[in-house]
């Protein structure tokens, strides 16, 4: 084989080329392939990052959730204990509301019966003194048998 002039230029452009690519083209395809394993990186950093923050946000919720939940149960327990006292508050009011009744019927009724008594120990006073005018046959004074009167009305009494 023979080295002649076109081997020797074709060797010569090929360096030169070699070159070339080496000191304007590599550069820029390097810095472009480690721009984009940069970003590759921190876009598998961001999605880590966002998964975790994706848990700590479910496990956020969770608690939020049981926290809400246990509030609700509490909230419900002091409206039912509430709803309770309210009624035992209705019950007693009620009772004292009949108490009270009761007691005006039995003060009522009292005066009731004494005013009967005292109206029946009027009708016996008279008829007893209606009784002995008769007997005596004669009209008896009640002004002037006014102690008499009462000591018989005392003793009905």
Do not use: C
């Not at 090929?14 to 940069?38: C, D, G, H, M, N």
């Not at 204990?81 to 209705?90: F, G, M, T």
């Not at 120990?121 to 209606?130: F, G, K, P, W």
């Amino acid at each position: 084989m023979d080295i002649n002039f076109t081997l020797i230029a074709q060797a010569l452009a090929f360096s030169i080329f070699i070159w070339f690519t080496v000191k304007y083209v590599w550069p820029p395809l390097l810095s472009a392939i480690e721009e984009r394993q940069k970003t590759i990186a921190d876009g598998l950093a961001a999605g880590e990052r966002g998964r975790h923050e994706l848990e700590l946000a479910s496990h956020r919720s969770t608690e939020v959730l049981k926290d809400t939940k246990q509030q609700a149960s509490e909230i419900i327990q002091q409206a039912e204990k509430r709803a309770s006292e309210i009624v035992e508050e209705a019950k007693n009011s009620a009772k004292e509301e009949g108490d009270r009744i009761l007691a005006g019927a039995r003060a009522e009724i009292e005066n009731e019966v004494f005013s009967a008594k005292e109206a029946l120990r009027q009708n016996v006073a008279q008829l007893a003194v209606a009784g002995a005018s008769k007997i005596l046959r004669r009209e008896v004074d009640v002004n002037v048998h006014a102690d008499l009167l009462a000591s018989i009305e005392e003793e009905l009494k």
